[in-house]
């Protein structure tokens, strides 16, 4: 193992773009919606947790640079009966991350993600323990030498 040496590589801007979804009971999601949930904000707190989550991620995963992102931004949609093709109901997590660097930031998009994915669930496991979180990938890359990589599916 080893963490690969990016130190001749030229600034870059770099952006990427990460998706999760975390599936609920359809009462689970009107407590959120309605701010009633027993924790609190859950929105709130998710956006904090996955802001924080993609500044920790070198600590985290062992060989990811530690980097200065200059933007992260988190999106929460809430997915209601019918609005999915497999009737799931739940919550539609995007993350967009940015930095000026040597060195890509999709780790830091999926990390953001998976966070906010995991303190929803931390937040309102006292009243639906079924909660699945999944569909955690990169949507969009873009910068550096590989330029722009974009997913072609969808969910």
Same mark, same amino acid.
């Given at each position: 193992?080893h963490?690969v040496?990016?130190?001749?590589?030229?600034?870059?801007?770099?952006?990427?773009?990460a998706?999760g979804?975390?599936?609920?009971?359809p009462?689970?999601?009107?407590?959120?919606?309605?701010?009633?949930? @027993?924790k609190?904000?859950?929105i709130?707190?998710? /956006?904090?947790?996955?802001l924080?989550?993609?500044k920790?991620?070198?600590?985290?995963i062992?060989?990811?640079? @530690?980097?200065?992102?200059?933007?992260?931004?988190?999106?929460?949609?809430a997915?209601k009966?019918?609005?999915?093709?497999?009737?799931? &109901?739940?919550?539609?997590?995007?993350?967009?991350?940015?930095?000026?660097?040597?060195?890509?930031?999709?780790?830091?998009?999926l990390?953001?993600?998976?966070v906010?994915? +995991?303190?929803?669930?931390?937040?309102?496991k006292a &009243?639906? /323990?079924?909660?699945?979180i999944?569909?955690?990938r990169l949507?969009?890359?873009?910068?550096?030498?590989?330029? /722009?990589w +974009? /997913?072609?599916?969808?969910?």
């Open positions: 193992m963490m040496d990016v130190g001749a590589k030229a600034d870059t801007d770099r952006v990427a773009l998706e979804f975390i599936s609920m009971a009462s689970t999601l009107k407590l959120i919606v309605e701010g009633d949930a @027993p609190g904000d859950v709130a707190c998710a /956006r904090v947790a996955g924080m989550a993609a920790q991620t070198s600590t985290l062992p060989l990811c640079h @530690p980097l200065n992102l200059t933007g992260i931004s988190l999106d929460f949609q997915v009966a019918g609005q999915r093709s497999d009737g799931r &109901v739940g919550i539609h997590v995007l993350s967009t991350c940015s930095v000026n660097g040597k060195t890509g930031v999709e780790m830091e998009a990390t953001a993600v998976s906010a994915c +995991l303190t929803i669930y931390d937040m309102c &009243v639906d /323990r079924a909660m699945e999944g569909e955690i949507l969009r890359k873009e910068g550096g030498k590989s330029g /722009r +974009l /997913r072609e599916e969808s969910i």
